[in-house]
């Protein structure tokens, strides 16, 4: 430790206090980071697996394959990349005209998708909302261009040299296996309030079409009295009535996991598995408090180094 006794007694005394600040915030700071990673990892690995048909209300987690919830699936608005949820930006060079002629990079423009995402198992479907969620994506590229919309994507590694503009983009794929820990609740869909609501909708609907209207103008007046309306209404019923029949596997549920804003456990969608995600999350966990316990060490020497 001669050579840092000597670094130390190189300082002025404003210098060496600032030294002793310095090393006292590295230490809380990263004896905390390595708390918010390792309690990541205790609540993954102390959170039993749940299958989506059969879980408890509350904070759990689940493991299944993406899908889409619409015919049309959600693209990246970089690329066009089908995916489930994406997370995009753009960042210009700015040049500085000082004498280090340093440049940095400016966002323009940023970009995250707010649609919920399907997961699946073998018992069932499970809607996730991506807000406030920790999310590890399948896919993270970045490359550059020299216009503020890419054009294409370059090769990220030997390209990274060029062009006044950086793009990044983050994407959860679909088909791909999803991890989730977050607090699970069901909705119960009351058929009544469900049929009632489509009867409602389906006669706006024909309310704008005046060819469907002319059907229950049974006295030709050119105007819908009360019977004749009552006669529409119940047609209506019929009609979801129906429909309704022939789509007998209609879920009466609906499972969402979503953030809980009164608790301070961590909402993860990770498309890691949970054995690699907790590895990860007490490796870096570990790796912090070791660098606590050395930004401690060097305080202490420090202190008493100089009187």
Not at 84 to 111: A, C, G, L, N, P
Not at 227 to 241: G, L, P, S, V
Request: proline share 4%; net charge neutral; hydrophobic share 35%.
């Amino acid at each position: 430790m001669t050579w840092y006794a000597h670094w130390v007694g190189s300082f002025d005394d404003n210098g060496y206090h600032f030294l002793l600040f310095g090393l006292i915030l590295l230490t809380l700071i990263t004896l905390l980071a390595g708390i918010w990673f390792v309690r990541r990892t205790y609540w993954i690995i102390n959170t039993p697996t749940s299958k989506i048909a059969s879980a408890h209300q509350g904070y759990i987690e689940i493991e299944g394959i993406t899908k889409n919830i619409d015919a049309s699936p959600l693209v990246s608005p970089m690329t066009g990349a089908a995916c489930v949820w994406f997370w995009v930006s753009v960042e210009h060079r700015e040049q500085s005209f000082t004498e280090s002629k340093r440049s940095d990079w400016q966002r323009i423009y940023q970009h995250e998708s707010d649609n919920l995402i399907a997961v699946e198992d073998e018992t069932g479907e499970c809607l996730v909302d991506p807000e406030s969620a920790s999310i590890r994506p399948n896919m993270r590229r970045q490359w550059y261009g020299n216009t503020e919309r890419p054009s294409g994507l370059t090769n990220s590694v030997g390209g990274q040299f060029f062009g006044d503009y950086r793009y990044t983009e983050k994407l959860l794929l679909p088909h791909r296996n999803l991890y989730v820990l977050g607090w699970f609740k069901t909705i119960t869909h009351d058929p009544y309030v469900v049929e009632n609501e489509s009867v409602a909708s389906l006669l706006r609907e024909w309310k704008n079409d005046p060819q469907k209207m002319k059907t229950f103008d049974l006295d030709r007046n050119g105007s819908i009295d009360s019977k004749e309306w009552d006669q529409a209404r119940e047609a209506a019923r019929q009609q979801i009535q129906a429909q309704q029949v022939r789509e007998l596997e209609r879920p009466q549920q609906t499972h969402l996991m979503s953030a809980n804003p009164q608790s301070r456990r961590p909402y993860i969608i990770s498309a890691d598995d949970q054995t690699v995600l907790a590895k990860r999350f007490r490796r870096w966990g570990y790796l912090l408090w070791a660098g606590s316990v050395l930004a401690f060490f060097f305080w202490v020497s420090a202190y008493y180094i100089r009187p």
